[in-house]
């Protein structure tokens, strides 16, 4: 069935829409947000390791929802959840971790500071920091940060302070705080999407260390479920819909686009008819929506005619390492191993841009620390390994009681990865999910600077927690991607010849449409995305409602 | 359609799962070869009957009484009781029995049902014995072989849900059926530091939650 028309649909609930939604709301016009997944409340956030994170309470079932997912063209599609993003209401923002932090200005001038890279498709953004920054102000009020800046050599200029103090810390931080002392380097606090103190009349964090991979039962981490869809409620204009798969964007006989046809909770078909439709699904599932889109207009996908929609995907660079400190043997030496504190939260950015080009390309990164998941049955199967490496028995049972012997502090790098031809997201007609939608098809053929400047990290990395005298470091990669970090596939920019997008994240073919998540960055930058996908939402919101008003 | 019938060197299991720590301690489900669907997807059975019951009368819901003692002889194994608690005293067999009923893992089932009658057709030729008859070294033997068996195998895919689902039944909220007692939690030290306040309330049901939630409505 149709409905009656409203000024603006939003797909999508997450970082990307619930901005836009709540600004909207709040000027008066009356939204629409479809929300694929479920509205869970808090009560629905247990610590079941089983619901939460090895079943499809978040993330949907591969046979039922693949992406299908291959390295370089040439090899085969392997079915998998991976790039999915949470599907319920929040999106990623509910099961994230909450590392909040900013881009640098170098990233939004990448292409113009460091040159262009043979085999890959770097580009400068058509905004700057300064531009962006009064947005980052803005989503941190709203959704409510805490963090504390501190000067270094990388830092992003800020107009005041965090909206909330940082979060009490581990005594561990500390001990970060002197090796990179002694190194040269600085260790500054990880701002976290978390409240260190009751705010809008949420409560503080409990400090339960299950904050990534779990919904917050508190309330306190700041996922747009509990800060930004409440307050978009508040209005009385914002109509949120969950339950509801969007299948296209219809287009009027002008190339507008008209409406949003989806499959309700019962798997009935309805028509939300708009007059401004915003795609905020993932970089992957935007663009997967518009290319399933297809219209006589448009019969390459909405918005396509450049055949640009679905190119210049990007993850974030992924590498790692672990410290292991047996506890028996060295609770008495350093008393604070034992405390429970669950945040180290520290970051360490001095080679946020690489001393020199020996890489090809001086794009670094972000290290984070942080102690290693407390999810018993993820650790349990690292653990027992798999193939001729696996154990099982008593070897087994044996890492078992090292591991109950063990704190075990590690850092995660987020370093650039870099845009290439061959990095892409498609359409699979053959292959369709549960709705009989057609999937999207992820191709990743990573540039080789991408995993120089990784390992280059990793290495960093490791001299910190050498330097923390542990009883084991434990390399766990530099080769991998975080999936759930995505970007690109919409570019924006001015010319509608190498972009989907325009600076406002309207479409250059679809005067109407609007593509609001990380689709739009042509730079992935090197830190979690997620502040900045909510901070470009507002910038988008705060266009649209001066525009709209005339 | 494409899909190919083991991990590519660059995507194993494991940078599969190290790749996901972001969100940390999130791990993919059973990927691989529990991809593998009939065309027609059978039609959820909800077993009015049980399909047979343990040696202490607790009703099964997956498994024939036959199939439960191999698959809590394999789990014992995988988790021998030593100085600490095993499979068996947590109840991993019956997490994986309650398990295997859930909606939606319908392949699985099929796959595991599959696995463990190959699981007992070797072990009865290897060595003229039911897997659960036989000795310890002899099902250690057997189910090393499926372990190593090559990538995308069936027995290689058997051994990793058996693997994956005993460290669930281990170390699973109990009210799945599994880690009672909590004795798999105290061997992880889960109960221990760095983690106040996290497991679930008392009363918790997590199976419930499972059905509704799962069901992504």
Not at chain 1, 65 to 82: I, Q
Not at chain 1, 236 to 263: C, F, I, T
Not at chain 2, 163 to 171: I, K
Request: glycine fraction near 10%.
């Amino acid at each position: 069935m149709s409905h009656a028309q409203v000024d603006v649909c939003i797909i999508g609930s997450g970082a990307g829409g619930a901005p836009l939604a709540l600004e909207l709301g709040r000027a008066g016009f009356k939204v629409v947000v479809l929300e694929k997944g479920r509205h869970y409340q808090a009560k629905d956030f247990v610590h079941d390791e089983i619901l939460n994170s090895r079943r499809n309470f978040f993330m949907p079932l591969p046979w039922e929802e693949p992406h299908l997912v291959r390295h370089g063209a040439k090899a085969r599609y392997e079915r998998s959840n991976v790039a999915w993003t949470a599907n319920c209401v929040g999106g990623g923002t509910v099961h994230m971790s909450g590392f909040f932090y900013r881009l640098k200005p170098v990233d939004f001038r990448l292409r113009s500071t460091l040159g262009a890279v043979p085999g890959t498709t770097v580009a400068d953004w058509p905004i700057s920091y300064e531009e962006l920054a009064p947005f980052y102000d803005k989503a941190e009020a709203e959704m409510g940060v805490s963090g504390q800046a501190v000067p270094h050599p990388f830092a992003e200029p800020r107009s005041g302070p965090y909206p909330l103090p940082p979060l009490d810390v581990h005594p561990v931080a500390n001990e970060i705080d002197k090796a990179c002392s002694a190194l040269g380097w600085h260790a500054t606090p990880t701002a976290r999407g978390i409240l260190s103190k009751p705010y809008k009349g949420r409560a503080s964090c409990a400090y339960c260390a299950l904050c990534g991979s779990y919904g917050c039962e508190t309330g306190a981490k700041s996922g747009t479920n509990a800060s930004l869809i409440p307050a978009a409620l508040a209005t009385g204009n914002v109509e949120l819909r969950p339950g509801s798969m969007a299948r296209s964007v219809e287009v009027d006989r002008q190339g507008r686009a008209k409406s949003v046809v989806y499959l309700d909770a019962d798997g009935v078909a309805q028509e939300q008819p708009a007059k401004i439709i915003i795609v905020s699904a993932t970089a992957v599932e935007s663009a997967r929506l518009l290319l399933n889109s297809t219209s006589s207009r448009f019969p390459q996908g909405l918005a396509n005619g450049s055949g640009l929609v679905g190119k210049n995907l990007l993850f974030s660079s992924f590498g790692g390492s672990r410290a292991i400190f047996r506890t028996s043997k060295q609770k008495d030496a350093r008393p604070w191993l034992t405390d429970p504190a669950p945040f180290v939260n520290r970051s360490v950015q001095d080679f946020y841009l690489m001393p020199d080009a020996r890489h090809g390309f001086r794009k670094g990164g972000t290290l984070g620390f942080m102690w290693s998941h407390p999810n018993p049955i993820f650790a349990a199967v690292g653990l027992a390994g798999s193939g001729k490496t696996g154990v099982f028995g008593k070897e087994l049972k044996d890492r078992m009681r090292a591991y109950r012997d063990s704190r075990i502090l590690e850092f995660e790098v987020y370093a650039e990865f870099l845009p290439t031809p061959g990095t892409s997201v498609t359409v699979e007609p053959g292959v369709k999910d549960k709705y009989g939608i057609p999937v999207a098809a992820i191709t990743l053929d990573r540039h080789p600077a991408d995993y120089a400047a990784t390992r280059f990290l990793v290495e960093r990395g490791e001299e910190v927690l050498l330097r923390l005298d542990p009883d084991h470091v434990e390399r766990v990669g530099t080769q991998g991607e975080t999936t759930i970090l995505q970007h690109g596939t919409c570019r924006f920019g001015d010319d509608a010849a190498t972009s989907v997008l325009d600076k406002h994240c309207r479409a250059h073919e679809v005067p109407n449409l609007y593509v609001v998540d990380g689709s739009f960055m042509p730079s992935g930058g090197s830190v979690p995305s997620t502040l900045t996908i909510a901070a470009n939402s507002f910038r988008v919101a705060d266009h649209l409602v001066r525009t709209l008003k005339g | 359609m494409a899909r190919a019938r083991s991990l590519p060197p660059r995507l194993s299991r494991r940078t599969f799962i190290q790749r996901l720590t972001f969100f940390g301690g999130g791990v993919v489900l059973l990927g691989g070869a529990a991809c593998k669907r009939s065309k027609e997807p059978e039609a959820a059975k909800k077993p009015t009957e049980p399909t047979g019951a343990t040696a202490s009368g607790q009703p099964l819901r997956t498994f024939s009484a036959f199939e439960y003692a191999v698959v809590a002889a394999a789990t014992e194994r995988l988790l021998p009781r030593d100085e600490d608690p095993g499979a068996q005293d947590a109840d991993v067999a019956l997490y994986i029995d309650r398990i295997l009923e859930t909606q939606g893992l319908e392949a699985m089932h099929r796959d595991f049902l599959q696995g463990l009658a190959a699981l007992e057709r070797r072990a009865q030729s290897m060595f003229k014995k039911s897997f659960a008859q036989a000795e310890p070294a002899q099902q250690d033997e057997l189910l090393a072989i499926f372990k190593d068996s090559p990538a995308g195998s069936g027995e290689a895919h058997f051994f990793e849900l058996l693997m994956t689902l005993s460290l669930e039944g281990f170390l699973g909220d109990p009210s799945y059926g599994g880690n009672k007692g909590r004795v798999g939690w105290r061997l992880m030290g889960f109960d221990t530091v760095g983690t106040i306040a996290m497991a679930p309330p008392e009363g918790y049901d997590g199976p419930k939650c499972l059905r509704e939630c799962g069901a992504h409505k």
